[in-house]
C-alpha cells in the first residue's frame, strides 16, 4: 500500500521505516528541513536502538522518503497522523495546535476513500471532532485512532511486534472499510495472532492515557512505600519483591526509586486530568494529582539523601551523576529526574559532574549551566559522592573495586534501586537508596 505519515519525531520515523518492513511504500512528512534531511541521509535524529539498521533498509529498498512538502503525501491511501501533544506552557491540558495544523494540511491532498490514521497522545473527544473535518472537508474519507504504545528503547519491537492493536473506529458502513484498510496495513502483525480491540474513537483515544496513568499510579505507589519505608526501616525493595509475587499485583514497574519523567507519561497524566475536568468529571481523576506530587518528591529526597551522605552540606562536593536521559536505552531528557536532581545539587553548593552513553549532546543543548563527562570515570574522578539516576546497564556493570580507585569517598546513592548493595557495600562503598536502610 501507499502510506504517508504525517510527524516525523520520534514516533514518526519509527513508524514509517517500520512500514516500509512491513511492505509498503511510505513518504515521511515533516515541516522540520534539518530532520527531513537526516532522515533521508539515514541519520536518525535520536537514539533508539535498532531504528538506524531499520532506518536504512528502508531507504535502500527504494520504498522511503521523507518531503517538507504535504502535497507528497497525495496518493497515499492511508494517512498516520504522529505529531506531538506537548503540554501547554502553564498549563496541564495537552496542546493540539500541531495535531489541528497537520489535519488541516493533510485534508488539502485527499481523496475519496482515503483513511487518515490517528497515533498521537489526544484528549478524549478529539477524533470525532477532527472526523468531523475530515469528512466535511473531502467526503468520502474517513478517520480512525489506532493508539501507539511505544516504549523508548524498544519502539523498533513495539511497532513490529506490538502487544495489541487497537482500532477505534467510526460507525458502519465506513468502520468496516477503514478496519479492512488497517488489517491490510498490519497484515503480518494480524496474521501473528495479535490481539486486536475493536472499538469507538472515546475508548480509542483513552487506551493510552489510561496505561499510562495506571503505569504511573504504579510507580508512585511503591515510591510512597518507599516514603514509609524510610519512616520505619523498612526495606522497599524487598517489601516489592513479596508483594509482587502476587499475580494479581506483578513486579513490573515497582521499583521504587527517582520516579518517572520523559515525554510521555507527565504529560499525558496531566493532560487526562485536565480534560477531566473539562467534561466534569475532574473527580474520578483527582488521585492522580496525587500520583504525580509522590513522584515529583522522590527528586527532592533524592537531594536530601545526598546531603545527608555528604556530612550534611553539598557546599563544595564534588558529586558525579550517573545518567541523563530519562530512562536508559534513550537520548530522551524532557522532564528527566537524574538532570532535575543535578541541577539542584549545583545550586545547593556542589561541583557536579553529569555523564550518559547517548544523551551529552541533548543535555549540553538543554543545561547549558551543568557540567559534562564523557565516561563515569571522568565524572567520579575525587567525587564525595557518586549518585546512580539512570540505570543503564553500563553503569550497573561498573566494578566497584576499580571504580574506588577514582573517588575521594566510597559513597554511592542508588536512585534506581538497581545495584547490587551486597556487591558495592562488600567492595567498601557505603551504600544508600531511597526507601532503604542505612548501613
Not at 21 to 35: A, T, W
Not at 108 to 136: F, H, N
Not at 339 to 350: D, K, M, P, R, S
Amino acid at each position: 500500500m501507499k502510506i504517508s505519515v504525517i510527524g516525523c519525531g520520534y514516533l514518526g520515523a519509527v513508524h514509517a521505516a517500520s512500514m516500509v518492513e512491513l511492505g509498503h511504500e511510505v513518504v515521511g512528512i515533516d515541516v522540520d528541513q534539518p530532520k527531513v534531511e537526516a532522515l533521508q541521509q539515514a541519520t536518525p535524529p535520536f537514539y533508539e536502538p535498532g531504528f538506524e539498521a531499520l532506518l536504512g533498509r528502508a531507504l535502500a529498498s527504494g520504498r522511503l522518503r521523507f518531503s517538507t512538502d504535504v502535497r507528497d503525501a497525495a496518493g497515499s491511501i492511508v494517512h498516520f497522523l504522529c505529531v506531538g501533544t506537548p503540554q501547554k506552557r502553564g498549563e496541564y491540558a495537552a496542546d493540539m495546535r500541531y495535531v489541528e495544523a497537520a489535519v488541516e494540511s493533510l485534508v488539502q491532498v485527499l481523496a475519496p476513500g482515503d483513511l487518515v490514521v490517528g497515533k498521537s497522545t489526544v484528549p478524549v473527544g478529539t477524533a470525532a471532532r477532527l472526523a468531523e473535518l475530515v469528512t466535511g472537508k473531502v467526503p468520502g474519507a474517513m478517520l480512525a485512532w489506532n493508539p501507539e504504545f511505544l516504549r523508548e528503547g524498544y519502539a523498533v519491537a513495539d511497532t513490529l511486534h506490538p502487544d495489541r492493536l487497537v482500532y477505534g473506529l467510526p460507525a458502519d458502513p465506513e468502520g468496516e472499510t477503514a478496519r479492512a484498510l488497517l488489517d491490510e496495513v498490519y497484515a503480518p502483525i494480524v496474521s501473528a495472532g495479535t490481539p486486536q480491540v475493536i472499538t469507538d474513537y472515546a475508548t480509542a483515544e483513552m487506551v493510552k492515557t489510561a496505561a499510562n496513568s495506571f503505569l504511573a499510579t504504579k510507580i508512585s505507589f511503591i515510591n510512597a512505600m518507599a516514603e514509609l519505608c524510610e519512616a520505619t526501616g523498612a526495606d522497599v525493595k524487598q517489601l516489592a519483591d513479596a508483594i509482587g509475587h502476587d499475580d494479581r499485583i506483578g513486579r513490573k514497574f515497582l521499583n521504587a526509586g527517582l520516579g518517572f519523567g520523559g515525554g510521555c507519561l507527565p504529560k499525558d497524566i496531566r493532560a487526562f486530568m485536565a480534560r477531566a475536568g473539562e467534561l466534569g468529571a475532574d473527580q474520578a481523576l483527582t488521585f492522580l494529582r496525587e500520583v504525580d506530587n509522590i513522584n515529583m518528591r522522590r527528586r527532592i529526597r533524592m537531594v536530601e539523601l545526598a546531603r545527608e551522605v555528604c556530612d550534611g552540606s553539598l557546599l563544595g562536593k564534588r558529586v558525579a551523576v550517573l545518567g541523563a536521559a530519562f530512562k536508559p536505552e534513550s537520548d530522551d531528557i524532557r522532564d528527566s529526574p537524574a538532570l532535575n536532581v543535578a541541577a539542584q545539587l549545583q545550586l545547593q553548593g556542589a561541583v557536579v559532574l553529569v555523564t550518559d552513553p547517548a544523551a551529552l549532546d541533548n543535555s549540553r543543548r538543554e543545561w547549558p549551566h551543568l557540567d559534562f563527562a564523557e565516561t563515569p570515570e571522568e565524572a567520579a574522578d575525587r567525587a564525595d559522592a557518586v549518585l546512580l539516576l539512570t540505570e543503564w546497564p553500563q553503569y550497573l556493570e561498573l566494578d566497584p573495586v576499580a571504580f574506588g580507585r577514582v573517588v575521594r569517598k566510597k559513597r554511592v546513592l542508588d536512585g534506581r534501586n538497581a545495584l547490587s548493595r551486597t556487591t558495592w557495600e562488600g567492595a567498601g562503598w557505603t551504600y544508600r537508596a531511597l526507601g532503604r536502610r542505612g548501613t
